[in-house]
């Protein structure tokens, strides 16, 4: 079977799934989102306890429907990128059809263009390792969710949802353009949305769902302006062909400074800044814990909030030759990941920990690009799935375990209560932390090394990400001991149905702690030389994407190793400090305690911490009670005031002026003719009063008028 | 008779048969209403099936004298553009027709009377290709509208049909006087008189009275859109209309105005057309409208109002694609123009699906309707998802091809139109959290029935458009493709040639591009 042909079939397996649950769901688990949702109070689950769920066979089919159909996509990826591995240029492209079909237009050049994009998919080294990477820890979670949402409302919107997500992720990752790349990317959103607002009765929920969509919109009118001025200067979405021109050399005038193409490499990373959560519009992140625990693992923290850095790896060449843009995303990378991991230190929900912490480790993957190292912002990538994942899945086996507990504070020695949860997490912590040999250590250090070395580079950059590393390392055993160590915390009724989670959910925990432990082998520092060449497959897998008309980051590289002595001693330091931040815990929470010592600890700075530096306190002033509310008003007014105030007294006007007509006509026009009338009358009065209309009188004065003019004629 | 004229006056003799039927017959009015749009919509699709893509021009051309002595003619045909703008009309008679089934019980038959009259006229406006026809039309339209307003409208129905009314009148009039201008121009310049479009193109006018012209024609059409400052009367027409007034006034009506830009303003004045001043204003409306027609929204408490003003912020878009002045642009425009009436057409459906249920508007009445109302929830999604521009569905590849065309006229305007895109995002999915999600607070609102099966049907149809639409545009671009081309040629004529010497900052600015014509074309 010729899979590279069939990589149009790996989204849509997903989609197929996606399209039953939503279609028929209903009929497979009829007790519907509501009722269950609305008994459960918090939302959470566990309140039912273990009962069977009256659907339970055809909450079955469903529970294979929905991870099966995200196995196929995985088989056929693992096809696929076995065959690619054969191919001498390891790229290869399907084109479905033209799906946008617009119109010629100029360039700034003037040439002409034709705006189209095709639904084309385009299969190479960094594309392979993110479908592999999505297709297979996303099927991890769906089993975990499958135990995780057992006894939840809504199963099958549930798992539509997820499957719809992966088939979004994959058409981002697999398009070969960028308009299919943001049709994807708005797809992954729109699910994060559907899916953070799972809840949907609990307000907390929605606002959490809008703010994740509209912040990223704020981010995406970025990205469009990104792409139509990369669209105007080279004329085509089309990576391949852009690439090609880019590299051509057609560019230096625009290269040159601050150029349109930093513009446009700018503009494309204010579209990462919001889904892959960077400053300035990382807030969205924390707040989205607010949906299932599963889908933080699988969208917040594997997969969707990487789509930002993939993109940047994606663009490399953009950015290659942007160096000001490249500085610029790698200072907000640094930025990001220090003060992410400062929130994370005061935190107490375990799950707003790992999201701080995810926040924090994103920005590491950017200090890693914006240095021109793209090949290891994606090798962190792929560690970062593992662990971040397993400790996403692993906090949620803890509060289910907890009944629904996220605050640390009432937990404490777990340890022995739920041993797999623990051993899995031990592993993700100390993988994250940095300690040698586990995956976290091979991909932060080599980040850590190159922004130290590659001309790209620069060492205040590299002592914050040193700094950050150590905060990494605390905040992660502090949330271990806090939960798995010391005195329990909990009330008793919590205590007593404390309980491990079931297989479809610790198994998924296994695998990827194993992951947490191997996954960083195929990426091992070329200053370990005594290992073969094999331990560094995974630079060799991507470098003929990133070489490709990329010279400052190969020579980068080049210049990275001259130097073994020192790149020894910062490998000692960076592990020196990552059990620095261990063992710093362990002396503050490994024992008895009562007030949070983190307090003591960051004295003046644990309030502002507290309260995550206030930014989400001044976003909130600025632009919904400001801009979107207070400017809302203020035009509402002025359109009823103002503007429908202006045809309103047109028409007041009219009915004024028509008014003072009637008047004018009434009593100026008709009153002069009637005042004529009546002075007709008057003078006519004296004569009327002789018309009475009777033949007597009339004959009577007739009499008498010739009786007087006889008379008259008589005596004259 | 032609298959055009048969498709226009289709529901004229579906009207006649209906006053034949008695009043007292409700049901057999009804029904046969519903048959009657289902014969309009059938009576296009010849139109679509015959029609050739490949050819710019008119097509299913009749003329025949009307009024002699002015040279009037009634004189119809259709290019890509008022074809499509035919299939909406059609399609959105359907679904307006058919989720009048309970709505209206006073009456009945006065009322479906008026829908099959305010059809022709519909069709009428874009079919025709003279003027004064055009004209009547146009009018003609304004009439069963006002009683659709001012008979089954809300408590302010009087208020709003007058409104509407006088409004669009002082529109039309002005409208008028553009018209008799060209007449009388072109009378004198030939010595025929003529109200034939294609005849008034040769027309060769100094540019300051193409300016007068242009404004004159831009208030009528402006009012229709409408753009700012001119969409006063939309909120209130469309709140008091019954549903299926909002839905043919947002749907199809709005689009006479954009219409109305494309077929006489461009091709005839295009001097003015590309003159500075009147892009930039133009322009500068457009953006206005986007961005003051969202913030607007973002504190409306009345449901329909809402969607009233959103219409103001899409049909800004659709503008600002018109005068960007470019393929890109008034395609995506035509395309945005079909994509609002489905989208809208939904949003306001939704909105008549709550007001028959619970006879109240006020947002704030609502809230959790998705716990009783599944199935509403999820049309009302894809209504919001739609109109929001979500990718693969309709909206989003109108907007996206407006600010391609946008961007390529002034990158400033097309950065600053973005923002509607955000604030759209903003109030949407505000209206949708604050009506459907959260818990029911209100008890009215706990044992309300989903969507019936006449009411999914109402929506099945707009649903399925706009999923086609956003997955395979390319079918409507082809057939609008080359007129579109046609109108951009005429204004910007060598449009269409390689321009490599061109230099990179005129595509910037509208205002560069005189200089740009005059470099390809020389004078006209």
């Known amino acids: ?716 | 008779m032609s298959p055009l004229s048969l498709a226009l006056w289709t529901p004229l003799a579906c009207l006649a048969v209906l006053l034949a039927i008695p009043s007292s017959q409700k049901a057999a009015i009804k029904l046969w209403a519903n048959v009657s749009a289902l014969l309009g919509l059938a009576a296009i699709l010849p139109l679509l099936a015959g029609f050739d893509k490949t050819n710019g021009g008119f097509q299913f051309v009749e003329r025949a004298p009307w009024v002699p002595s002015l040279g009037v003619q009634y004189y119809i045909g259709v290019d890509g553009i008022s074809l499509l703008l035919m299939a909406l009309t059609a399609v959105t008679a359907v679904v307006a027709t058919l989720s009048s089934w309970n709505a209206i019980e006073d009456r009945v038959k006065q009322y479906y009377a008026m829908l099959l009259l305010l059809q022709v006229g519909m069709l009428g406006v874009f079919a025709s290709l003279d003027f004064i026809l055009f004209y009547v039309f146009w009018e003609l339209v304004l009439v069963p509208m006002y009683f659709l307003i001012g008979v089954w409208g809300g408590p302010r129905k009087l208020y709003a049909a007058l409104k509407f009314f006088l409004y669009t009148l002082t529109g039309s009039v002005l409208m008028l006087l553009g018209i008799l201008t060209l007449f009388f121009q072109h009378w004198s310049q030939s010595g025929a008189p003529t109200f034939a479009i294609d005849a008034l193109l040769g027309l060769s006018m100094p540019f300051w009275m193409q300016q007068w012209v242009f404004w004159a024609l831009f208030i009528g059409f402006a009012i229709k859109v409408p753009m700012f400052p001119f969409h006063t009367w939309l909120p209130d027409a469309h709140t008091e209309a019954p549903t299926a007034g909002s839905v043919i006034l947002a749907a199809v009506l709005l689009k006479m105005g954009t219409y109305g830009f494309l077929r006489f303003s461009l091709p005839l004045l295009p001097d003015a057309s590309i003159d500075r001043t009147i892009v930039q204003v133009l322009v500068g409306l457009s953006i206005t409208g986007i961005l003051y027609g969202a913030l607007v929204c973002l504190m409306q408490k009345d449901w329909k109002r809402l969607v009233a003003y959103s219409s103001v912020s899409h049909l800004g878009f659709c503008t600002l694609g018109i005068f960007s002045l470019n393929p890109n642009g008034i395609a995506g425009s035509v395309m945005q123009q079909l994509n609002h009436g489905i989208s809208t057409g939904m949003l306001f459906l939704v909105v008549g699906v709550m007001y028959e249920r619970r006879h109240t508007r006020e947002i704030s009445e609502y809230g959790g309707l998705a716990h009783r109302m599944p199935l509403f929830a999820t049309v009302f999604a894809f209504a919001v998802l739609s109109s929001a521009g979500l990718p693969l569905l309709n909206g989003f590849v109108g907007e996206f091809t407006i600010l391609q065309g946008a961007f390529e006229a002034s990158r400033l305007a097309a950065s600053l139109a973005v923002i509607g895109v955000i604030l759209g995002a903003a109030y949407l999915l505000w209206l949708y959290q604050r009506t459907t999600l959260g818990q029911i607070t209100n008890m009215k609102n706990n044992h309300l029935p989903d969507l019936s099966p006449r009411e999914l049907a109402v929506f099945a149809p707009l649903v399925i458009w706009a999923f086609s639409i956003g997955l395979y545009p390319k079918p409507y671009f082809e057939m609008i493709e080359r007129p579109v081309a046609r109108i951009v040629e005429r204004v910007r004529p060598g449009y269409f040639q390689e321009r490599p010497q061109a230099p990179a900052l005129a595509e910037l600015d509208p205002a560069a591009a005189p200089a740009i014509r005059l470099q390809a074309g020389g004078a006209r």
């Open chain 1, 1 to 716: 079977m010729n899979f590279l042909d069939l990589i149009w079939l790996i989204p849509l397996f997903p989609l197929a799934g996606a399209a039953a649950m939503l279609l028929i769901g209903r009929r497979l688990d009829p007790q519907g989102a509501s009722a269950v949702a609305l008994a459960h109070g918090l939302g959470e689950p566990e309140a039912h306890g273990h009962h069977h769920h009256p659907f339970a066979s055809t909450r079955r089919l469903i529970a294979y429907l929905s991870p099966g159909a995200v196995l196929l996509s995985f088989l056929f990826s693992m096809g696929a990128v076995v065959q690619l591995a054969s191919l001498e240029h390891r790229s290869h492209e399907v084109v479905l059809y033209t799906w946008i079909s617009g119109l010629p237009f100029h360039t700034a050049t003037g040439a002409l263009s034709t705006f189209t994009a095709d639904w084309g998919f385009l299969l190479d080294p960094l594309s392979s390792v993110m479908i592999l990477v999505i297709t297979g820890i996303g099927f991890l979670i769906h089993i975990y969710a499958t135990g995780y949402m057992a006894h939840d409302g809504g199963y099958y919107r549930f798992f539509g949802y997820l499957n719809l997500f992966v088939f979004f992720m994959l058409t981002l990752v697999l398009a070969n353009n960028y308009a299919l790349l943001f049709a994807g990317w708005e797809g992954v959103g729109l699910c994060s949305y559907l899916l953070i607002g799972f809840y949907f009765h609990k307000k907390s929920a929605s606002d959490a769902a809008n703010k994740a969509f509209i912040v990223n919109r704020v981010g995406d009118a970025g990205f469009l302006i990104g792409m139509f001025l990369l669209l105007s200067l080279t004329g085509t979405l089309r990576f391949t062909q852009m690439n090609e021109l880019l590299t051509s050399g057609a560019f230096t005038a625009e290269t040159a400074g601050f150029g349109a193409l930093s513009v446009a490499a700018l503009c494309l990373f204010a579209g990462a800044t919001g889904k892959s959560a960077q400053l300035p519009l990382y807030v969205w992140l924390p707040d989205a814990m607010e949906g299932p625990t599963p889908v933080s693992a699988l969208i917040h923290a594997a997969t969707m909030v990487t789509a930002g850095v993939y993109m940047v790896a994606r663009s490399h060449v953009l950015y290659a030759l942007t160096p000001e843009t490249s500085a610029i995303v790698m200072g907000t990378g640094a930025v990001t990941a220090i003060l992410a991991a400062s929130i994370a230190l005061v935190q107490n929900d375990i799950k707003r920990v790992l999201a701080y912490s995810t926040v924090s480790q994103l920005g590491f993957m950017f200090m890693a690009a914006g240095a021109g190292a793209y090949w290891v912002a994606v090798f962190h990538l792929y560690t970062h799935a593992f662990f971040k994942a397993l400790l996403f899945l692993g906090s949620g086996s803890v509060i289910h375990a907890m009944s629904g507990e996220q605050d640390m504070r009432r937990m404490g020695a777990l340890k022995d209560k739920i041993p797999t949860t623990f051993r899995t997490m031990f592993a993700g912590s100390v993988a994250i932390a940095g300690i040698p040999g586990l995956a976290g250590f091979f991909s932060k250090d080599e980040i850590l090394w190159q922004v130290f070395s590659s001309p790209g580079g620069s060492l205040a950059v590299y002592a914050v990400g040193l700094i950050t590393a150590a905060m990494t390392a605390f905040y992660m055993w502090r949330l271990m001991f806090m939960t798995f160590y010391g005195e329990p915390r909990m009330d008793a009724e919590t205590a007593r149905r404390i309980h491990e989670s079931p297989a479809s959910m610790t198994l998924p925990l296994v695998v990827l702690a194993a992951g947490s432990v191997v996954a960083g082998w195929i990426g091992a520092p070329k200053l370990w030389s005594f290992l073969p060449d094999s331990f560094r497959a995974f630079e060799h897998w991507l470098m003929p994407v990133f070489t490709h008309g990329a010279p400052r980051a190969a020579a980068g590289h080049e210049a990275a190793h001259h130097d073994a002595g020192l790149e020894w001693a910062l490998m000692a330091l960076s592990v020196a400090i990552a059990l620095g931040g261990i063992l710093l815990a362990r002396s503050l929470y490994g024992n008895r305690w009562t007030v949070d010592p983190i307090e003591s600890l960051t004295g003046p700075l644990h309030k502002p911490l507290r309260n995550k530096w206030y930014v989400d306190e001044v976003y909130t002033f600025l632009f919904i009670d400001g801009l979107a509310k207070g400017g809302g008003r203020l035009l509402g007014v002025f359109d009823r005031g103002v503007i429908d105030g202006g045809v309103n007294g047109s028409g007041w006007l009219a009915r004024f002026a028509s008014r003072v007509s009637i008047w004018w006509d009434t009593w100026i026009i008709d009153g002069a003719i009637r005042l004529s009338a009546l002075l007709a009358q008057a003078a006519s009065f004296p004569m009327r009063l002789a018309q009475t209309g009777q033949v007597q009188t009339y004959a009577t004065v007739f009499l008498l008028g010739v009786a007087l003019f006889l008379g008259w004629r008589w005596f004259a």
